[in-house]
């Protein structure tokens, strides 16, 4: 709805204007003490069933997604020093103000996931979650705003993630999609600063 896009450009036309120096030091940081690429893409799925490129800052070792699966623990080998502050921070994550200036993403709704987790929604929790743009945050997002630090320690990482985490989150999903509004965005995206720090 033209409201919902009206009020996120409201916030990350000006959002990115003030943090780009910001950005820029953890872009030259990333490049200083790891090398390679600083952004991380990944493709999700948005509105529709539409894939796009997700951005983040990268937090892990050049070419990770072969050296492992895509659920990431806290514990994760893969992961460098600075990206371990990043994630705390979930500054890795502010890349994706892009995605929303875009149109492929919004500041609220829900997580968008890899297409091989799309697959494991329930056919009508999919037409519903798909039915809204993706969000940078969510009701979900606050819940597990230590996620990765939850699946430490488990033997099967992937397995939990699908069969415990997901339907969770799903069931999140589905309550913003039916109550949403620009008050319930406003309110999350200040109970999503407060969880981060």
């Excluded at 872009?27 to 600083?38: P, S, T």
């Excluded at 539409?50 to 514990?75: C, I, P, Y």
């Amino acid at each position: 709805m033209l409201s919902k896009r009206l009020f996120d450009l409201f916030f990350v036309i000006p959002g990115l204007l003030v943090l780009a120096p910001f950005l820029l030091v953890i872009a030259l940081i990333i490049k200083l003490k790891d090398g390679g690429n600083v952004l991380f893409k990944q493709v999700r799925v948005g509105k529709n069933g539409k894939h796009f490129d997700v951005l983040k800052f990268r937090t892990m070792v050049l070419d990770a997604e072969k050296l492992g699966n895509k659920v990431t623990t806290g514990d994760d080998p893969r992961i460098t020093p600075i990206g371990r502050v990043l994630r705390k921070y979930k500054l890795d994550e502010l890349p994706q103000l892009i995605n929303v200036l875009k149109g492929e993403m919004s500041l609220v709704g829900p997580r968008p996931e890899v297409p091989e987790y799309v697959e494991f929604y329930p056919e009508e929790t999919r037409s519903i979650v798909l039915s809204v743009p993706p969000g940078m945050t969510d009701k979900a997002s606050i819940e597990f705003v230590n996620e990765n630090d939850l699946l430490s320690g488990s033997e099967d990482p992937v397995s939990d993630y699908k069969n415990k985490v997901l339907p969770i989150k799903l069931k999140y999903y589905v309550e913003y999609v039916k109550e949403r509004s620009l008050w319930m965005d406003f309110k999350l995206i200040i109970k999503t600063v407060i969880a981060i720090f």
